[in-house]
């Protein structure tokens, strides 16, 4: 049996892409300097992957700054205005993914939009009427050619026709269907030139494949594919898919030409049952994701050789692959030293994961796998006991009951007690919760986590910061307070640390976007919250103002899916298990005097189902009554708020009435305004704040621009229930920005109050 990745982590161990790029950002090295630390990194995991015995080994999975953006320069995908710059290659692509000011003129990046249902984000290509789709670029082959050079052969992959096509933007007036035959041509010309190079496999990643088809994508499917395998001659085409299952497309894709089909046995629930029922090609070869590449956790070999097994039985030639590619998960173990053996022992990062694939091989190969010690050793780890239960948690979760997850009474009537109660201004203006994550403010964190000054000094430092925050919002006249969030760097990593349960990494970096990586905690254990976690310094900030002060939390949905889930027990289980540790955080603040309490769920939207029929099922139907068991046990006058960071809910607007918060406020300021519509139609209840003016860049808004986007809202929201915010927390903003920002939106509110009293 032989080996396969999908792809490898390609930021390096120690993020060396990230600074390399950012010194060629800051103008700090040549553009000769990065192109040879993206040479040595390159060459780093081609010999990692072939000295661990990996036998397709893949190229052109690197890239600088996103894989899509890489298809649509290798396709000649790029808008006039970035052509029109005039810049070198690399200089035009970076102004594709991150905007361009300066000298050669002024424009914004393309969109970035979630790469499916993962924290990664790629770079929306977009298609203009007069865009000539052809083949032009070259990295492909550069890459197949230095790693030849290297000895090692390669599978070079690029994302394939279906997904390009379906998600390309269409600024113009023609649609996908227009740029079908250009595409198909295009995809011809590199399998010809992949022929030319004597390339003998390559990889066309189609996760679209895995979201719900209709007639049309079916159609679209075959045409694309009927023609590009009619051409492909010498060089075999694998058919890659990840995330999730085929059920659509499956009987269709086993009765083509494919000399591979890449399936994924992980996240694809139904990949095994199709096999089963409708067979496979005996002459095709079957990728079989069965190694993770996702989660953090060390693959049960034992479960993992029984499907091997059972492929082999039905005569299917099987190679043992990724479910996806490993860009997914941290690049290597080796560089955490701060966790235990005993917690190491249970993971497998990327380069683990190489390990787990060539011992999984011996293991398929060998008559007595039972005898070997890579499989006794695995056996071991799995029948051991994780030190991971908490039967108080388990306990505590069997007595919650239905009447747990309804808050009394109705919103409808807590809204107008709120009203009487909290006696707030018309429109009342508030922010999302962070202040500027000033210099000062992070030296005094990594000074207390270096141990270099006390507690009590690091704590009197923000307290300061607190004091001078509260007053200045005073003076501005905001109506709603906050605290400024400056006892927090990332809100994950905040929560994870002070609830029982959560583990950390030191260097197990995910790349998120371009340079920018995350480090989820990850769930080991029955989470619990030991103590109240930011009560204090609420409690502090009111003490300083007799206006409202927010309390600030991280929902129970956002906190679990940024970080790495357990594979023992259900979603469902710990996101509820979640939720009550933050529920106890609610009550704790309201029983201290705080009466407004926002729960973010930024991130609510990450995990929803690929397929619309499993939103309800698996998702939905779990996550919004977790929210609502974190704050059902509030007084009826004690406001709720969340805030999502995003607009892209027409879809599950019930859903997120559903959460009964009593306000929500999202990102308005960059989308298209048609959620507002949405709102009406669907008698949305919860109050709104629908973000005035967008915090991601440090331009200043005027007071006329907020003036004109509110007046646009309240011919949509009724007036009673619309708040005025900016669309995000402001943490990574400078101060003088957002210091003009607030005033004019102050101002903003006042202008309309007055108007409304005419
Ligand atoms: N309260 C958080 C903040 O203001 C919310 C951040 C977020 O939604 N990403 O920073
Ligand atoms: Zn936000």
Not at 96 to 104: E, F, K, T, V
Not at 151 to 156: A, F, L, M, Q, S
Not at 452 to 474: D, G, H, L, P, T
């Amino acid at each position: 049996m032989e080996t396969a990745v999908i792809g490898f982590p390609r930021i390096g161990t120690l993020r060396e892409l990230k600074f390399a790029s950012e010194k060629y950002f800051r103008k700090e090295i040549t553009p000769e300097e990065l192109l040879q630390t993206a040479k040595i990194l390159r060459k780093t995991h081609w010999d990692t992957q072939k000295s661990a015995g990996i036998d397709y080994i893949s190229c052109n999975d690197f890239s600088y700054y996103d894989m899509m953006l890489d298809t649509a320069v290798l396709f000649s995908i790029i808008p006039k205005r970035y052509k029109a710059l005039g810049l070198s290659e690399l200089d035009t692509y970076f102004a594709m993914a991150r905007g361009y000011q300066g000298a050669s003129g002024d424009v914004k990046a393309l969109a970035m939009k979630k790469w499916f249902n993962t924290n990664y984000h790629y770079i929306v290509p977009e298609v203009e009427d007069d865009t000539c789709i052809r083949l032009s670029g070259n990295k492909l082959w550069e890459e197949y050619v230095e790693a030849k050079s290297l000895g090692i052969e390669t599978k070079p992959v690029v994302i394939g026709a279906y997904t390009l096509l379906k998600l390309c933007r269409y600024t113009g007036e023609n649609c996908c269907a227009d740029y079908i035959d250009p595409v198909i041509s295009a995809y011809g010309d590199l399998l010809k030139k992949c022929q030319e190079y004597k390339i003998p496999w390559i990889q066309f990643d189609e996760p679209a494949l895995v979201q719900d088809m209709d007639r049309e994508d079916m159609a679209l499917f075959h045409k694309i594919y009927d023609a590009l395998l009619a051409c492909a001659s010498n060089s075999r085409i694998l058919l890659q898919t990840y995330f999730g299952d085929i059920r659509d497309i499956y009987t269709d894709v086993i009765q083509m030409p494919f000399a591979g089909i890449g399936l994924d046995l992980i996240e694809g629930k139904e990949t095994y049952h199709l096999i089963e029922k409708y067979g496979f090609p005996r002459d095709t070869m079957l990728f079989a994701g069965l190694v993770n590449g996702k989660n953090i956790w060390k693959n049960h070999y034992d479960k993992t050789l029984r499907v091997l097994e059972a492929l082999r039985e039905k005569g299917i030639q099987t190679v043992l692959s990724t479910s996806c590619s490993l860009l997914h998960v941290p690049y290597t173990l080796k560089h955490e030293r701060a966790l235990s053996s005993e917690y190491l022992s249970y993971f497998s990062f990327a380069q683990e994961k190489l390990t787990e694939l060539g011992e999984l091989k011996d293991l398929a190969e060998c008559e007595a796998y039972h005898l070997e010690a890579a499989y006794q050793n695995n056996q071991q780890l799995f029948a051991k006991k994780r030190d991971c239960e908490k039967k108080e948690v388990k306990q505590r979760l069997s007595l919650v009951t239905a009447d747990d997850y309804v808050r009394l009474p109705s919103r409808i009537q807590r809204q107008e007690r709120q009203k009487k109660v909290l006696m707030l201004p018309e429109l009342p203006t508030t922010t999302i919760g962070s202040f500027p994550q000033t210099k000062d403010v992070k030296a005094n964190r990594s000074a207390y986590r270096q141990r270099k000054i006390s507690e009590k000094e690091y704590v009197a430092f923000n307290r300061e910061k607190i004091a001078q925050c509260v007053a200045w919002q005073e003076e501005i006249g905001l109506d709603v307070l906050v605290h400024g969030e400056y006892e927090r760097n990332d809100m994950v990593e905040y929560f994870g640390e002070s609830l029982g349960g959560f583990l950390f990494t030191e260097k197990a970096w995910v790349q998120s976007y371009g340079t920018r990586c995350v480090k989820p905690p990850v769930i080991w254990g029955d989470i619990y919250r030991e103590k109240p976690i930011t009560v204090e310094w609420s409690v502090y900030a009111q003490s300083l103002t007799k206006k409202w002060m927010k309390g600030m939390l991280t929902g129970p949905v956002t906190i679990f899916n940024w970080s790495f889930p357990r594979e023992d027990i259900s979603i469902k289980e710990s996101i509820l298990q979640i939720a009550l540790a933050i529920r106890d955080e609610v009550l704790d603040l309201e029983k201290n005097g705080i009466q407004i309490i926002q729960i973010d769920e930024a991130a609510l939207r990450e995990k929803l189902p690929l397929r619309k029929s499993d939103w309800q099922k698996e998702y939905l139907d779990f996550v919004i009554p977790a929210f609502r068991l974190t704050h059902s046990g509030v007084k009826p006058e004690t406001q709720i708020h969340t805030h999502m960071c995003y607009s892209e809910f027409t879809d599950i607007i019930s859903a997120i009435d559903d959460m009964d918060a009593d306000v929500i406020t999202f990102e308005a300021s960059r989308s298209d305004l048609q959620i507002l519509d949405c709102l009406r139609e669907h008698d949305f209840e919860t109050e709104v704040g629908a973000g005035v003016y967008d915090i991601h860049a440090p331009r200043v808004p005027s007071v006329e621009e907020i003036v004109a986007a509110l007046r646009v809202m309240l011919s949509k929201i009724d007036q009673e229930k619309l708040w005025v915010n900016p669309d995000c927390g402001l943490k990574t903003r400078a101060m003088p920005e957002t210091e003009e920002s607030l005033k004019n939106l102050v101002a903003a509110a006042k202008q309309i109050r007055n108007e409304l009293r005419e």
